[in-house]
C-alpha cells in the first residue's frame, strides 16, 4: 500500500530554474495539500485542493503553482526558484476536507522532498 | 485564524521516565486538535486527535493527551518513553477552512 508517493526525494536547483514536485496519493481521498517544512517553523501551508478541480492558496503560495490534475495527482511548481525556497516540502491528502463538521481531519503524508536552491 | 505554540523546542528525557509535551492553540471556537509524530527522514505520522467528548483521548505508541479548554491547552503525555520515541512532535489545531496550522514542533532526544 503506497499511500502518498513524492517525486523526487532530492533535487538542487539553480536560482532561476524551474521545477515541478510530483504527488500521488492511491487512497482514493478528495483532499490533498502541500506543506513546507523549516527548522524551527514547523509545517506552513502552500495550496491546498479541497477536491478535485478546486485549488486554493494557504498561508505561504508566493512564488508557487499547483495543478490537481485529477483525483490522484496535485503538483507543486517553482517558476523560478529563490534561495528561501530551499526546504523539504511535504505533500498530504486526506478523505474529505478538513472542517469543524467533519469528524475525520487526519492528513496522510509522503515521505518529503528536500529541495536546495543555490 | 487558528495558531499553535509548542514552548519547548527540545527535550531530553531518559529511557523509562515521563514525558509531556506542552501546545497551547488560539481559535475562536470550539477546536479540533492533533498530534503527529516525524520520525528523522520520514513524513509525519498521525498519534491522535480530538474533536469533541472526552477530553482526555488515547492514541498509538501509548500516548494520550488532555484538552483544557480553560487553558487553552493539549499536552501530550507518555507515562514510559521507550528509545523508539526520539522523534519531532507536531501540535496542529484545525477550524473551518480546510486547513490544519502546525506549532514549530518539539525535539525529543531520549538518553539511555
Known amino acids: 500500500n503506497a499511500g502518498v508517493t513524492q517525486t523526487p526525494k532530492f533535487q538542487v536547483l539553480k536560482t532561476g530554474q524551474s521545477m515541478t514536485l510530483q504527488c500521488a496519493q492511491d487512497?482514493?481521498?478528495?483532499?490533498m495539500y502541500w506543506y513546507r517544512q523549516d527548522p524551527g517553523m514547523g509545517l506552513r501551508l502552500i495550496y491546498y485542493?479541497?477536491?478535485?478541480?478546486?485549488?486554493d492558496k494557504g498561508e505561504v503560495p508566493n512564488g508557487y503553482n499547483v495543478s490537481r490534475l485529477n483525483k490522484r495527482e496535485f503538483s507543486l511548481r517553482l517558476e523560478s526558484a529563490a534561495p528561501s525556497q530551499t526546504s523539504v516540502y511535504f505533500c498530504?491528502?486526506?478523505?474529505?476536507?478538513?472542517?469543524?463538521?467533519?469528524?475525520?481531519?487526519?492528513?496522510?503524508f509522503g515521505e518529503g522532498s528536500r529541495l536546495t536552491v543555490l | 485564524a487558528q495558531s499553535v505554540t509548542q514552548p519547548d523546542i527540545h527535550i531530553t528525557v531518559s529511557e523509562g521516565a515521563s514525558l509531556e509535551l506542552r501546545c497551547n492553540y488560539s481559535?475562536?471556537?470550539?477546536?479540533?486538535l492533533f498530534w503527529y509524530v516525524q520520525s528523522p527522514g520520514q513524513g509525519l505520522q498521525l498519534l491522535l486527535k480530538?474533536?469533541?467528548?472526552?477530553?482526555l483521548v488515547q492514541g498509538i505508541k501509548g500516548f494520550e493527551a488532555e484538552f483544557k479548554r480553560s487553558q487553552s491547552s493539549f499536552n501530550l503525555r507518555k507515562p514510559s518513553v521507550h528509545w523508539s520515541d526520539a522523534a519531532e512532535y507536531f501540535c496542529a489545531v484545525g477550524g473551518d477552512d480546510y486547513k490544519l496550522s502546525f506549532g514549530a514542533g518539539t525535539t525529543v532526544t531520549v538518553r539511555a
Open positions: 487512497m482514493n481521498h478528495n483532499s
Open positions: 480530538y474533536f469533541s467528548g472526552d477530553t
Open positions: 498530504a491528502s486526506s478523505p474529505i476536507p478538513i472542517t469543524a463538521g467533519a469528524n475525520t481531519g487526519e492528513l496522510f
Open positions: 485542493s479541497a477536491s478535485e478541480g478546486t485549488t
Open positions: 481559535y475562536g471556537a470550539t477546536p479540533y
